[in-house]
């Protein structure tokens, strides 16, 4: 069992076979895959997806996959999903999704940058990676904003949904993150004069 993360508004907790229902609810709508280079049948039974996550994210150092669901602490209500897949024991990549009611409130970056924290504290992680289709611009923006590099572009990558798609790749490394992370304490200790407060958790 994966151990609860929190940030300001989210409790992120491993996703359950009992979430399937709630998951296949928003997953299961043409705005959550149009933009993305998966079948729309993935999504169909959250169900039947979540017995494959449990059957297959492996065990202890060796397990490859990290799913959470997101919880808005004060509606209880499930917001969102966010994930790690790990080829190796140093790299992963990372992937999100927001139910579109709760679009453009801040939750993707909320939760993404809490498990790219997590994967780098508590995993010891040296790349997080993110592919994107190059039309998805919310997602762009997302990985922009959590301080992911662009590092090209794969033209005609993946074939899915009848069409090929060009993809946009997104990195940090942890050297990366430790540089953001004395960045963000610099900005924290010049605009609280000479007060060193922890690093706030966002
Ligand atoms: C991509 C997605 C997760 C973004 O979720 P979200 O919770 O709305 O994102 P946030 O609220 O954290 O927004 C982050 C930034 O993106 C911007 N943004 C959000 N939607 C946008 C859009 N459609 N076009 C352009 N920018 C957008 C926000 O304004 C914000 O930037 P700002 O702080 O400078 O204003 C959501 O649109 C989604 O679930 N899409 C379908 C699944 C998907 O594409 N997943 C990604 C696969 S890699």
Known sequence: ????????????????????????????????????????????????????????????????????????KSLGKLVGQVSLSRPQPALASLGFSVATEYWRKGYASEMANRLIEFGIEELELHRISADVAIENEASKRVLDKIGMTYEGTARDCIWAQGRWWTEAKYAILAADYERMLVRRCCKNRRTAGSDSRPIARS
Do not use: C
């Not at 709508?29 to 993305?36: F, G, I």
């Not at 999504?43 to 919880?71: C, E, I, M, N, W």
């Open 1 to 72: 069992m994966l151990p609860e993360l929190q940030t300001e508004r989210l409790l992120l907790r491993e996703v359950q076979i009992e979430d399937g229902p709630a998951l296949q609810a928003f997953q299961n709508r043409p705005e959550q895959w149009r933009q993305m280079a998966m079948e729309p049948e993935e999504f169909a039974d959250g169900t039947l997806r979540v017995q494959r996550y449990v059957k297959h994210r492996g065990s202890d150092s060796s397990r490859r996959l990290f799913v959470y669901v997101a919880h808005e």
